[in-house]
């Protein structure tokens, strides 16, 4: 006999409603799955370590930071793995070209923005540093290029670089200014600061509050809104922080080629995460097969997707309840375009 809690039917409930209330069909239209086995590695080894790794499919690169030069941004190509550019690193500081510590890189139509510490620096394809852009409301974490300007997440919104440089605030209940009057509200600004994810489509920013799975769109001249969350996956999502005690259990949100909206998940052994139609809420649903934990998502073209991976190879073991368990690396060492397949269900129309 099966047994389930109220707690787990009034979770998945509460999931559905969601979904319905926004007009979203309340399961996925078709299931695809990553083949981890298969497929072409572009670039990695045991002396990498990449990270905030994305892909502009147009110029069909995939740029990352790696460990080695950590405020550096290198541009491999999709098709072989050779590097194509290199953009700032060298010395941490605060001057032309520098930047304290790296958070997270976008790709503009005239070149990359890469931001740190309340700093966006804007570098030209041809390699040219162009004038910086620091943001007058303090930001969040994540990038994004919005309308071909670089975009980062406030409080209950996003800043993005107007054309005369000033900073534009979208969201009528955007925060300009840290609230953190007391210790709690310094421990909520911390964990959207770390849980906020942001991914931008032409002139519309989506922001992702992975703590409370709540995924919001802004555009110039309208009203935020929000778009439902596949119910599958806030389950998945929902299970992994209770089980794993995190903030957030969601790792990326990206578009894919075809302009929907991907969100991943971190090690949910149920699913990788999903594929959102913006328009119609239509979604598909992404599982890896088999199952592995050293993935991450980082773009999804044709019947590809691209990933930075860490090594499946034990680095090395310890003792737990008087047991030898192997301890695996998180550090993403490897790059690769894996391929995605239907399982079951049809295309969205």
Not at 37 to 43: Q, S, T
Not at 94 to 118: K, Q
Request: net charge negative.
């Amino acid at each position: 006999m099966w047994k389930i809690s109220l707690q787990q039917v009034m979770r998945s409930w509460s999931a559905v409603v969601v979904a319905l209330a926004a007009g979203v069909p309340a399961a996925a239209q078709q299931i695809l799955e990553v083949d981890t086995e298969a497929g072409r590695e572009l670039v990695g080894g045991a002396e990498y370590s990449f990270y905030h790794t994305v892909v502009d499919y147009g110029r069909r690169l995939v740029l990352a930071a790696e460990a080695a030069d950590p405020r550096a941004v290198t541009a491999y190509s999709l098709d072989d793995g050779s590097v194509q550019y290199v953009f700032g690193g060298g010395r941490a500081g605060d001057g032309p070209g520098e930047l304290p510590h790296l958070e997270a890189t976008a790709v503009g139509p005239d070149g990359v923005f890469m931001s740190g510490r309340g700093r966006v620096l804007h570098w030209s394809w041809s390699g040219a540093l162009l004038p910086e852009w620091r943001p007058t409301a303090p930001p969040g974490a994540d990038l994004c290029a919005l309308n071909g300007r670089p975009a980062l997440t406030v409080q209950k919104g996003v800043v993005f670089r107007g054309d005369d440089g000033e900073s534009v605030v979208l969201g009528e209940e955007a925060r300009t200014s840290l609230h953190v009057a007391t210790p709690s509200a310094i421990e909520d600004a911390i964990t959207a600061y770390f849980t906020t994810k942001l991914a931008c489509a032409d002139s519309a920013a989506y922001v992702l509050a992975g703590n409370v799975h709540v995924l919001t769109e802004y555009k110039l001249g309208a009203e935020p809104r929000l778009v439902a969350m596949p119910a599958e996956l806030v389950e998945a999502a929902r299970e992994e922080m209770e089980s794993a005690d995190r903030n957030s259990a969601y790792s990326n949100l990206f578009l894919a080629d075809d302009g929907r909206l991907v969100i991943t998940t971190v090690n949910a052994r149920l699913l990788a995460g999903a594929v959102l139609d913006r328009a119609t809420g239509c979604y598909a649903l992404l599982r890896n097969r088999p199952w592995t934990s050293h993935v991450t998502y980082v773009g999804m073209f044709g019947d590809s997707v691209v990933t930075a991976e860490s090594s499946r190879q034990p680095m090395a073991t310890r003792m737990v309840d008087g047991k030898r368990v192997r301890v695996f690396s998180s550090e993403r060492t490897h790059i690769f375009v894996r391929p995605v397949r239907p399982v079951s269900g049809e295309p969205c129309a």
